[in-house]
């Protein structure tokens, strides 16, 4: 089992970045592909980024493409996603959460633990 600990958000101006932790505790985080989602007001949760194991390998929602980057430190056990060009419309409660499964997957129901999320909100 993982716990999973978000930190990083805030209030920012449009066009501003933001990075965002997720910190993992319990043994073997490297073994586990991550992914961020994120969940606006009665909105459904959405993917935005996956990262594998190792960290070679990436996949983005399209909502965000270009404009995020994931990333991870497995010395660290920790997760990372850093925002760039922030729009108003990226204002959201931001999750990470891990995956046990081989490939990587955008479906918030395949994934198996989750942290609590940290705010991002984006004024105009």
């Known amino acids: 089992q993982v716990q999973l600990v978000e930190s990083g958000g805030g209030l920012v101006q449009a066009g501003g970045s933001l990075r965002l932790s997720c910190t993992a505790s319990?043994?073997?985080?490297?073994?586990?592909?991550m992914g961020w989602f994120r969940q606006a007001p009665e909105k459904e949760r959405e993917f935005v980024a996956a990262?594998?194991?190792?960290?070679?390998?990436?996949y983005y929602g399209n909502s965000v493409k270009g404009r995020v980057t994931i990333s991870r430190d497995n010395a660290k056990n920790t997760l990372y996603l850093q925002m760039n060009s922030l729009k108003p419309e990226d204002t959201a409660v931001y999750y990470c959460?891990?995956?046990?499964?081989?490939?990587?997957?955008?479906?918030?129901?395949?994934?198996?633990?989750w942290g609590q999320g940290t705010q991002v909100t984006v004024s105009a």
């Open positions: 959460a891990a995956d046990r499964a081989a490939a990587l997957r955008s479906s918030a129901s395949a994934y198996d633990y």
């Open positions: 319990g043994r073997a985080f490297s073994t586990y592909n």
């Open positions: 990262i594998g194991g190792s960290g070679t390998n990436t």
